[in-house]
């Protein structure tokens, strides 16, 4: 009999650890950030192309199932540093690169600061554009 | 948490890609571009920079077989100066290395540049030997220099223009084409990233115009390719996704030590975390294999798209016309690469396209290159002889050449595809033979001949 539950311990074991190994909780809802110019040619067709496919994704059955996939565009037109700040943490990131540089060189910082304003608000940008 | 992005689709620049890719690194994030084509963009440098779509590497190989199969040896980069162009032009200068070709002159435009600043670097490239041009811009920049070059007469007869696929994505996602502008591009030669043309695309296609009633932000644009593979760059992400739960990955978050030692805490980087098992997904994700609306989507070891291909496009009229396909499997073809797929490797199978229509409306091939404005004339030493003057022969009055000799030169001359300016200098004095040897020193001591009769 103290065998039996010995084994039966065992067995409780290698479950539970399996369970822990193998199946992970599927959360209701995944978040997925896109970054692009949405008033160039390929911003364009990419932001009808996104939504459709993040439309068909959550109607199909057979791909991630019970999980929303939410893209949240980052939309160029609203302007600022702080809305960097605030935003993915990419964005966040912006304000990590840019200050450690502004306290030893002022035109390196412009520039940071500059080039991430342009992937949030690219109708002020300087050099870059919606290309490829 | 909920808040936190486990993946980003884009950026759509190669220079912002630049940047960025390192942040994505830093976060275990991946980063999808279905945009960035810039081939310096690569998985080895940035391991969680995941290119969608097919690498400016491939593109320019295309390019660069082009040029080869019109038997052209030198060609005129234009290019805007950013990541995105002056990689692409040095990948290139690689391709054309390969097949013993080269570029001749880069013409690089700064990003931003007005249109005076264009036109000065295209007057500065028309005055070079090469004709036939490579354009490699972003649309807003190219369709100016199209219009540059219309107007200095640059896409006149005699001219090549081969512009990248930034040309084909612009007119096939324009509602409608104008004849205004496609009057200043007559005769180009463009590429399209190839898809294949699957059921889902077929689908994705016809329910685009409801697609863009939904979307309101967006003025009626139609699919490109760049639009196609965006589609499947998400559900490149969704299957991903759905490996990594499977192989039981957990969406958590967890503040970045590095960043906090870095910025000391007087930074407020609360919101920064990285992706605990950020490198699982990017695993799964590296290991999709699906049929999207592109065809099959699969990336290769090197992390590229599998089966690179464009079509090869002539614009004639008021309208695209395909004169065959480039794949890396096999070269230029008039079939499409699908059907190549199914055979077997033959990578010398004869390269082979359509005819295409030049820039003034011809279909004979242009010759590539002319002499170079700035070049010296053919200054011809003609002894002033008193004998066989049959043969060559100066008027003493007029001073004007003539005989068979010279009859035979004027017609090969005439033959030449390309104008060859010359002059005729008389030697001696008329009056006796010149000596022939004195004529001979002149080469030497360069005072007049290049050549005798």
């Known amino acids: ?132 | 948490m909920e808040k936190d992005t486990i993946a980003i689709i884009g950026p759509q620049s190669s220079v912002v890609a630049h940047v960025i890719s390192h942040v994505a690194n830093e976060l275990q994030v991946p980063l999808m571009s279905f945009a960035a084509t810039d081939p310096t963009l690569t998985p080895l440098q940035y391991p969680f920079f995941v290119r969608t779509v097919h690498s400016d590497q491939f593109q320019m190989a295309s390019v660069a077989s082009l040029i080869d199969y019109y038997g052209w040896k030198m060609v005129t980069a234009v290019y805007i100066d950013d990541d995105y162009g002056r990689n692409g032009i040095s990948s290139l200068d690689d391709e054309l290395a390969k097949r013993r070709l080269k570029i001749l002159y880069k013409a690089a435009i700064r990003p931003g540049a007005k249109k005076s600043e264009m036109a000065a670097v295209l007057v500065k490239a028309a005055m070079m030997e090469s004709r036939v041009f490579v354009l490699h811009a972003h649309d807003d920049s190219g369709i100016d220099v199209f219009s540059l070059a219309y107007n200095l007469s640059m896409t006149s007869g005699g001219y090549v223009w081969i512009a990248t696929d930034w040309l084909t994505a612009y007119l096939d996602s324009a509602p409608r084409l104008e004849s205004g502008l496609l009057s200043t591009m007559q005769g180009v030669l463009t590429l399209r990233q190839h898809t294949e043309n699957t059921d889902r695309k077929k689908t994705l296609v016809s329910q685009w115009s409801k697609l863009v009633k939904e979307d309101s932000g967006s003025s009626g644009s139609l699919p490109n390719s760049y639009g196609l593979y965006a589609y499947d760059t998400v559900w490149m992400l969704a299957h991903g996704l759905d490996a990594f739960f499977n192989s039981g990955g957990n969406i958590s978050f967890s503040p970045d030590p590095r960043l906090r030692a870095v910025a000391g805490g007087a930074l407020n980087l609360d919101a920064l975390s990285v992706f605990d098992e950020g490198m699982l997904l990017l695993e799964k994700i590296r290991k999709v294999n699906f049929m999207g609306a592109t065809g099959t989507v699969k990336l290769d070891s090197d992390g590229n798209l599998i089966l690179p291909a464009y079509d090869i496009v002539n614009i004639i009229g008021s309208g695209l016309r395909t004169i065959g396909y480039w794949s890396n499997y096999s070269g230029l073809s008039i079939v499409s690469p699908e059907t190549l797929y199914k055979k077997p490797f033959n990578v010398s199978a004869n390269q082979e396209l359509h005819s295409a229509i030049w820039p003034g409306e011809t279909v004979t091939k242009p010759r590539g290159w002319v002499f170079p404005n700035n070049g010296n004339e053919l200054r011809i030493g003609v002894p002033d002889r008193v004998s066989y003057r049959q043969f060559v022969s100066v008027d003493n009055q007029t001073e004007t050449v003539g005989g068979f000799c010279i009859d035979v030169f004027a017609a090969a001359i005439n033959l030449l595809q390309y104008p060859v300016t010359y002059r005729f200098i008389p030697f001696g004095n008329g009056r006796e033979n010149p000596s022939y040897t004195e004529l001979i020193s002149q080469i030497v001591t360069n005072v007049s001949s290049t050549l005798y009769f």
């Open chain 1, 1 to 132: 009999m103290k065998f039996m539950l010995h084994i039966l311990s065992i067995f409780c074991c290698l479950c539970s650890c399996a369970l822990g190994q193998n199946i992970s909780v599927r959360p209701s809802v995944v978040n997925i950030g896109a970054l692009f110019t949405f008033s160039s040619t390929n911003g364009r067709a990419a932001k009808v192309a996104i939504a459709a496919a993040v439309n068909d994704i959550n109607k199909d059955p057979s791909v991630l199932r019970g999980t929303k996939l939410v893209v949240q565009m980052q939309d160029t037109n609203y302007s600022g540093f702080i809305g960097i700040v605030q935003g993915t943490p990419f964005m966040s990131l912006a304000f990590f690169l840019a200050s450690p540089l502004c306290h030893c060189d002022n035109k390196t910082y412009s520039w940071f600061r500059l080039t991430i304003v342009d992937i949030v608000c690219p109708k002020r940008q300087l050099f870059l554009t919606g290309g490829a």
